[in-house]
């Protein structure tokens, strides 16, 4: 009986301890975890799992490395929230695979994404005609983002600044130049690019707003 109510204890003290790890990590909807939160959120479930199936184990030696695990994890977050190369390398990078209208195949290629997976994912999202769409981008958490062809808009929202760095694959993809950036942005009264935390350029529009956090 004494095992029982030890088991229970543990039980309820590891779930408790858990739910304050994960909050602690930042919300997040479980599509939308990077691989590196899935791999930590599975390992700190493991050792929860392995402390209640083995009560004769020290807690505390599975405390620990949960612990550790939660402080890695939020300072690689912080050091996400600075550098947009440190983003890509561990999320990845959303992919156009569609592109007015245009299935790529060579992104497709790259991501390993068949056309089965492509054309479940715009059933999902009730579109019936492949020509109907004017983009479509798999996000870093593997879901699609569909955009059907409307006469009002043009084009989705690029982003041309992020976290003070210009993205010049962005401005190929608009046939601009950095010189052309630049001299937008000099229009607007603006010399330096290092406070802009995002820039994007959408049917001839910008938007742009400055870095707030010091």
Not at 19 to 38: H, N, P, Q, T, V
Not at 53 to 61: A, G, K, S, Y
Not at 71 to 88: E, G, H, T, Y
Not at 139 to 155: A, I, M, Q, R
Request: aromatic share 8%; glycine share 4%; net charge negative.
């Amino acid at each position: 009986m004494d095992g029982v109510l030890l088991i229970l204890a543990r039980t309820l003290f590891l779930y408790a301890l858990i739910i304050l790890i994960f909050r602690a990590m930042g919300k997040r909807e479980i599509g939308e975890l990077s691989i590196l939160d899935l791999v930590v959120y599975i390992m700190i479930a493991e050792m929860a799992v392995t402390a209640i199936e083995e009560p004769q184990r020290i807690l505390i030696h599975s405390i620990i490395p949960m612990l550790f695990l939660m402080a890695i994890q939020i300072s690689l977050a912080l050091v996400s929230l600075k550098s947009k190369k440190f983003r890509d390398i561990v999320e990845g990078k959303p992919v156009v695979i569609i592109n007015d209208g245009k299935i790529d195949e060579e992104q497709m290629k790259q991501q390993r994404y068949n056309f089965d997976d492509l054309l479940l994912q715009l059933r999902e999202k009730n579109v019936r005609n492949i020509a109907d769409v004017e983009f479509a981008i798999l996000e870093t958490s593997g879901k699609l983002s569909v955009f059907e062809k409307d006469p009002k808009t043009k084009g989705i929202t690029i982003p041309l600044i992020i976290d003070g760095v210009i993205q010049e694959k962005n401005l190929e993809r608009i046939e601009k130049s950095r010189a052309w950036l630049e001299r937008q942005l000099q229009k607007r009264g603006l010399t330096e690019y290092n406070d802009i935390s995002f820039c994007s350029f959408q049917d001839g529009k910008f938007f742009i707003d400055f870095n707030d956090v010091n």
